[in-house]
């Protein structure tokens, strides 16, 4: 199976901040890397699919990038109904494997 | 507009099963895939298997294999995903996802190439205790 590893597992970030979120596949998935924002009580959300295609009805903060193995996740202007936790995900092959997670908290 | 409505939380006893279902509403169910995922606490999302679009053609992870069984009745424009012999690491969340597109043994597409689930049932509280 594919193991997909995120990092950092949480981080602390401002209104306003740029974060960036990694995710690395065990092994080359080219670019079938997509990226969920997690909340309690909600289902999953599609924020960005094949790594760097922004999903309809997404903000335009929210952006993606890689190809391979190697993929980030940047929010650049943090807004209030971004703290979540957000999860990758690889559907280059079965078992469509997920990241570990990463927390975005408020500073 | 597509919504995704799961039945509601069970709790079953150690060595039972469960059966969940997924009904679709503002697109015919058989025109894509339909994905199973579930969560347990403080774990990632874990990806179960899938039904796909035009035939009743199944596929499982391992780490479920001889215990999940996912199903579609067409008439209902629902989907079901049966997990048997339940143990309490079985103690979930279990989400129907939807990928518009098709699979194929190991590999699923959508038009613009890469495959991704774009809508989410709200999930299913699933727990097993004694």
């Known amino acids: 199976d594919i193991q997909m590893t995120q990092s950092p597992s949480s981080l602390s970030a401002s209104i306003g901040d740029r974060v960036t979120i990694t995710c690395r596949a065990s092994q080359t998935i080219n670019n079938y890397l997509n990226w969920y924002q997690l909340k309690p009580g909600l289902a999953p959300k599609l924020l960005i699919y094949g790594a760097s295609t922004l999903q309809s009805g997404v903000p335009s903060r929210f952006s993606g990038a890689g190809s391979g193995t190697d993929f980030t996740l940047t929010i650049s202007g943090l807004q209030p109904e971004d703290f979540a936790i957000y999860s990758c995900q690889q559907t280059f092959i079965t078992p469509h494997t997920f990241g570990q997670g990463t927390k975005v908290q408020i500073k | 507009q597509v919504h995704l409505v799961q039945s509601g939380a069970e709790v079953r006893r150690p060595g039972a099963s469960v059966k969940i279902s997924c009904q679709a509403s503002?697109?015919?169910?058989?025109?894509?895939?339909l994905h199973w995922v579930r969560q347990a606490p403080g774990q990632r999302l874990e990806w179960m298997g899938w039904?796909?679009?035009?035939?009743?053609?199944?596929e499982y992870s391992q780490e479920f294999q001889g215990r999940v069984t996912i199903t579609r009745d067409t008439s209902a424009n629902t989907a079901y995903m049966e997990l048997s012999n339940l143990r309490s690491e079985d103690t979930a969340m279990y989400y129907c996802?939807?990928?518009?597109?098709?699979?194929?043994?190991?590999?699923?597409?959508?038009?613009?190439?890469?495959?991704?689930?774009?809508?989410w049932g709200q999930g299913t509280l699933v727990t097993v205790s004694s």
């Open positions: 039904i796909n679009r035009d035939n009743y053609y199944t």
């Open positions: 996802a939807r990928l518009p597109g098709y699979c194929t043994r190991r590999m699923c597409f959508t038009p613009e190439g890469p495959s991704y689930f774009d809508y």
């Open positions: 503002g697109y015919t169910l058989s025109a894509y895939a």
